[in-house]
């Protein structure tokens, strides 16, 4: 199993200045004992802008469905299914701006890179729920389905996310373009976060 995890530990290692960053949202809208719905809608709907256009670009990447179960690991529906489920209209969602920055990719190398970014949230969904539902109650009942995606199946997703790396890092050169991708992918979330708080910056 070392063996089988070799590449998420070397992306964990490689992105780990990203990480605190990557992570400030859910410190600025959901750690905090004065949570609102409000703030949850907030986070969930900065997310919704940046996973959207990722899973686009993963579905249309040549072999990557070969790899990996790209349908089990869909979570834009879910993500609307929570907005609609906190107050947002559809044309709300519909009008909720997306990141540009996401690329097509090419092969599955730089994909996993890519999608590393939008799994290693969900290693911290359980505790996410948890600490909602104590603040939000009913709120949590109909707005979970994001948070409640991997119930249960957290640590086999993530297995699973680092076997197809180690599948496609059969040369240093693959190995190097899942690591550098995965570094490309926390670059843009961050660079997503200034545009949309600054609506004038591109990313």
Not at 118 to 145: D, F, N
Not at 191 to 202: Q, T
């Amino acid at each position: 199993m070392v063996a089988e995890l070799g590449m998420l530990k070397r992306l964990n290692e490689v992105t780990e200045p990203h990480h605190a960053d990557a992570d400030s949202d859910l410190d600025r809208y959901v750690f905090r004992e004065d949570v609102t719905r409000t703030h949850y809608r907030t986070y969930l709907a900065r997310l919704y802008g940046f996973i959207v256009p990722l899973e686009q670009a993963l579905a249309h990447t040549p072999g990557l469905d070969d790899l990996i179960d790209l349908q089990a690991r869909s979570k834009a529906a879910m993500l609307l299914y929570d907005l609609l489920a906190l107050g947002m209209t559809l044309q709300d969602v519909a009008e909720l701006p997306q990141c540009l920055g996401v690329p097509s990719f090419k092969g599955p190398a730089a994909a996993l890179g890519w999608m590393y970014v939008a799994e290693r949230p969900m290693l911290q969904a359980a505790v996410i729920r948890s600490h909602l539902e104590a603040r939000l109650g009913r709120e949590m009942t109909a707005a979970s389905s994001y948070l409640s995606c991997y119930s249960g199946q957290a640590g086999q997703r993530w297995r699973e996310l680092g076997e197809a790396m180690e599948r496609v890092a059969q040369t240093p050169v693959l190995a190097d373009r899942i690591a550098t991708a995965a570094s490309e992918g926390f670059r843009c979330l961050l660079r997503w976060r200034v545009h949309i708080e600054r609506p004038a910056d591109s990313v």
